[in-house]
């Protein structure tokens, strides 16, 4: 079963988490599934909107999966891992759990259900990985920080309430209202919309998180290139190197 399916269709890409059975946990495939598929909408010009949602009816995801623990959740993250400026909306059905709500926060809108709960235990559970630094910028300060500090579940009307989500919608209609936007947004100038959203972006106050993962972006590029692979080679073998900037 393919963890991450992108679809994509009248300028929307249609990113689905798909791994129902486990509530969407996040593994390391879905990580890996995701950064790929944040590339994949950055670099096509034929999708100007993305929708990101979780298969079946139980959770949009429960967050880190402890049984398959990911290396790196953050490169999960919507406008984190991948640079974009091009829109992407979450649609919550179910739980959206730890690194579920970061990846809801990330993302540029959010539709969620009635039902939908959005929970970060990392207080409770005494594991934190920082990514939540971006949360009070974009919420309520108090209210955020009582969120995150007591792990207790937040309603779909408390996150409406806080900036947390653009819109609550009756149980099952998440993904529906969440194209329906997408389509009108993917209708508009596409220039105009991408130059919004990065005027946008820019006046949110740097968290940490957001100084510290492109700098992490770029040193494991360079830590995995073939350039550093050819200067350890060259070294030993006492010749000059040959860099090929890749």
């Known amino acids: 079963m393919t963890a991450v399916i992108y679809e994509s269709k009248d300028g929307i890409a249609r990113i689905t988490i798909n791994r129902p059975e486990a509530r969407n946990a996040l593994n390391n495939d879905v990580v890996q599934g995701l950064q790929q598929a944040w590339l994949r909408f950055a670099r096509d010009d034929n999708d100007r909107v993305a929708v990101v949602h979780g298969a079946g009816d139980q959770a949009f995801t429960s967050g880190a999966d402890l049984k398959d623990l990911p ?37 540029d809108m959010a539709v969620a259900e009635d ?40 309603s779909a009307q408390r996150a409406y309430e806080v900036g947390l989500v653009n819109r609550v919608v009756p149980n099952g209609q998440a993904l529906t209202v969440a194209m329906e936007l997408a389509t009108k947004i993917a209708g ?59």
């Open 71 to 107: 290396r790196d959740v953050w490169l999960a993250m919507p406008n984190l891992s991948v640079p974009c400026d091009k829109p992407i909306i979450a649609a919550v059905n179910g739980f959206a759990v730890g690194a579920g709500s970061t990846l809801v926060m990330l993302a």
């Open 115 to 154: 039902d939908a709960k959005f929970i970060y235990p990392e207080a409770k559970i005494g594991a934190f990985a920082g990514i939540m630094a971006g949360f009070p910028p974009r919420l309520q300060y108090k209210a955020d920080l009582e969120w995150l500090m007591t792990g207790d579940p937040m």
């Open 188 to 246: 508009n100038a596409p220039l105009v919309v991408q130059a919004m959203k990065s005027i946008a972006r820019g006046t949110l106050p740097p968290s940490p998180t957001a100084l510290y993962y492109p700098q992490r972006r770029m040193l494991d590029g360079i830590a995995n290139s073939e350039d550093i692979k050819e200067g350890v080679a060259s070294f030993k073998e006492k010749r000059p190197p040959r860099f090929a900037g890749r």
